[in-house]
């Protein structure tokens, strides 16, 4: 069964730091293009980093220099380290495969000012 499962989220405050984590299952992980987004209420869903196989990384310009996209291929997991987190961070974050309609359920961040 394919499938993408999201953690670590929750409420932080304006300045704090948070850490996502995404296990895929069902699919060949170490070879898949993998990305973050992310949905504000009432705001169109928008890509927020993304990875490639070789490890090439490319962010949203909302959050360079404040957040770090990383997988270990081994766990078959994908992260998202958020640092220096803002109220309009607030969203939920979703994993998903980059090249297929593969999505999580997305985990909730709450950036409190």
């Known amino acids: 069964q394919v499938q993408l499962v999201e953690s670590g989220g929750g409420l932080v405050q304006a300045g704090g730091s948070l850490r996502l984590s995404c296990v895929a299952s069902?699919?060949?992980?170490?070879?898949?293009?993998m990305a973050w987004f992310r949905q504000a209420p009432g705001k169109q869903r928008e890509l927020v980093a993304d990875?490639?196989?070789?490890?090439?990384?490319n962010y949203a310009d909302s959050v360079k220099g404040r957040f770090t996209v990383s997988r270990d291929d081994a766990k078959s997991t994908l992260y998202l380290q958020m640092n220096d987190l803002k109220p309009e961070d607030t969203a939920v974050y979703f994993c998903?495969?980059?090249?297929?309609?593969?999505w999580g359920r997305g985990t909730q961040v709450t950036v409190s000012s």
């Open positions: 069902g699919f060949i992980f170490r070879t898949s293009h």
């Open positions: 990875i490639t196989a070789y490890n090439s990384a």
């Open positions: 998903k495969h980059f090249r297929a309609d593969i």
